[in-house]
């Protein structure tokens, strides 16, 4: 599936205004996508080449700079903290009635973390309006990191009643909306400056990934499921993390513009 969808997205991203060959797109439509981007000041990629040891040495600096430092701890200690919402079909299954007997069938297990992650496609929505209609990326990011500390907090403290761990799962699948405010924060912040806005994104995906496929042998072990014994506190641990990266990110920002 990897393959197939990177072959059809060749096809049909249009790439950059400037550089744009999409066979769909009208000359007058190319047109008013640059005039869009130009009337918010925003530049874009060129196919003109340039040298590639100082392209090298400038993403290099890029990777190691005080912004991305702050936009990572912005960014992967939530992604981190989304492991959370990973296992709630393992909750779902070790469910049980007072007879002893299985809460839920296994069709159950499998149908109602659909029905959550429809909740995720109905909170971006709501979230993703919000944030364009009122221009607010931070601070709608810490509100999401908030419900994300209070649902990955009680799964921590594993209350007994599973009436109340089943809601912080649910409630969990409203925070995967804060990976697209926090990238359009970025791109507001480096939206004059697309080399930097491509060399942050594509180093950030790298290092998340290498967390994603370290930490959950250690902090989510399948013999421990569904009740973790580090996984959930260290979630919480990663939402104050991101919270911290989105304070200091925004006061380095806030700096730069005085």
């Known amino acids: 599936m990897t393959v197939i969808s990177a072959c059809v997205s060749y096809y049909t991203i249009p790439d950059y205004p400037n550089t744009t060959r999409a066979h769909y797109l009208r000359p007058d439509e ?33 990777m190691f700079s005080l912004d991305f430092a702050l936009l990572f701890l912005a960014y992967a200690p939530w992604a981190w903290a989304q492991w959370a919402n990973f296992y709630f079909n393992l909750f779902l299954d070790s469910l049980t009635n007072a007879n002893g007997t299985k809460r839920f069938s296994v069709s ?7 029905g959550a992650y429809g909740i995720s496609i109905a909170s971006a929505i709501l979230f993703a309006s919000l944030s364009d209609r009122l221009q607010m990326r931070w601070q709608l990011a810490m509100i999401i990191n908030a419900v994300q500390f209070i649902c990955t907090s ?3 403290a594993w209350p007994a009643s599973d009436d109340l761990k089943m809601a912080a799962f649910l409630i969990t699948f409203t925070t995967v909306i804060n990976e697209t405010l926090i990238m359009s924060w970025m791109g507001d912040t480096f939206r004059k400056f697309p080399t930097e806005r491509a060399v942050i994104v594509a180093w950030t995906v ?24 580090y996984g959930y506190k260290v979630a919480v641990g990663f939402c104050v993390a991101s919270c911290m ?14």
């Not at 159950?108 to 659909?114: C, D, G, N, R």
């Open 108 to 114: 159950q297990v499998t149908s109602i973390p659909i």
């Open 154 to 156: 009680i799964l921590a």
């Open 245 to 258: 990266g989105i304070l200091l990110y925004r006061g380095l920002v806030a700096k730069k513009q005085q």
């Open 206 to 229: 790298s290092l998340l990934s290498v967390g994603n496929a370290s930490m959950p042998l250690v902090l989510w072990p399948a013999r421990e499921a569904p009740n973790y014994k």
């Open 30 to 62: 190319r047109k008013v996508a640059k005039t869009r981007l130009q009337s918010i000041g925003k530049r874009t990629q060129s196919l003109i080449p340039q040298p590639v040891i100082p392209l090298l040495l400038h993403a290099g600096k890029i």
